[in-house]
Structures are given as structure tokens and as C-alpha cells.
């Protein structure tokens, strides 16, 4: 989710901001004098780490710009590191909302269209929290979806060239490996205790 589509949703973001040590001083979603100043003071501070660590292509730059600070300056590390991959590294998924987690759940289910793509529904992934993203291979501008023998290995190499300290591979899964996947390493290993301290804009990560 890009940061845009983030600001209409107005307590989702408020969560998201004090959760990320900007506090928009009330978790009420209304976007009044308290949360344009907290949200300014966040967007002044992921520009400081896109000075420091370097910008990368607009899609990235979008779902970037959507995550909690701590996962935007791993995620930046990360591209630094995959910049050197032989193949083209790109961010094409980051913050979700619940509601967003949702229809991406329903996929591939009740009649709908198309294989399931996650088994995760709404406050159940940590994209909804900011601290996940997705990525892109390209190669020659060819997306790599499967579709040549050496696209999964690719991923499966990303991850060893490119993963940080403080990350996590979807790849490691050993139940629905996910290997375009990566997301900050918790202290708190249930999703439903992330769940509600992000619920409470508290600290997760």
C-alpha cells in the first residue's frame, strides 16, 4: 500500500505513526492538527533515511514510504544490497490495511478466480502492520514469475545476497514458503500480540 491510499485510512494510519514513535496524540481517526503534524515529522524522517541510504525506483520508493520507520530503513538497506543482484529487485507490495488483507484472502476462494495467494486474513499478516514487503525479480524486463527453469533459484539467491540483520526471510517458511517475502524480525512472536499493540500504537519491533 502506498502511502496516498494509507492516509484515508485515517486510524490506520494514526497506529501506524504512533507505533513508529511519532504520536498523532489520540488514536480517534480523525485527521486533525495533531496527526498532520505527526504524520509531517514521519515523512521528514523517512526522507532523512532515503537521503542516507539512497532512493530507488517509484514503485519501490511508494510501498517504502508506506511501512513503519524501522522496516523502511531495512528495507532500504535490503535494495542497497540487491542493487548488486544480477537481476532487478524491485518493492511491488508493502502495507496493507485489514481491509486490503481481506480481499487479497479471498482470492482463489468461494468461487473466486485464480490460485489462493495467501492464508492470511486481515490483522493476520505483517503486512498490516507496516514491518512486511514483497518483491520483484526482472530480468531484461521480463518479470520472473516461474516461467523460466532458474526464476526460483533467483529468489532463493536474492535472499542470500541481500538479507539484512534485523530481517526475515519468507523463503525459511517451512509451512507455505513464500520466498519474495521479507519482514522485520519481532520480539514478540504471536501475530495476535503484534495485532494489538499495533491495534494500540504501541511498539513491535
Known sequence: MSYQLIKSEVLFRQRLLKASGFDPNGLDGIWG?????????????????????GAFDTRSEGNILGLHIRAQYLAREFMKRATAFPFVARIISGTRTYAEQDELYR????????????NAKGGQSNHNFG????????????????????????YRDLAGHALVDGLEWGGAWRSFPDTPHYQVASPYNK???????FEAGESYV
Open 191 to 197: 501475530i495476535s500480540e503484534i495485532r494489538d499493540r
Open 33 to 53: 492538527p495533531n496527526t498532520a503534524a505527526a504524520d509531517q515529522a514521519f515523512l521528514a524522517a523517512s526522507a532523512a533515511l532515503r537521503d542516507e541510504l
Open 107 to 118: 482470492r482463489g476462494r468461494w468461487g473466486r478466480a485464480g490460485p489462493k495467494v495467501t
Open 131 to 154: 514491518i512486511a514487503w514483497d518483491v520483484a525479480l526482472f530480468e531484461g524486463g521480463r518479470y520472473m514469475n516461474g516461467d523460466a527453469t532458474h526464476d526460483a533459484q533467483a
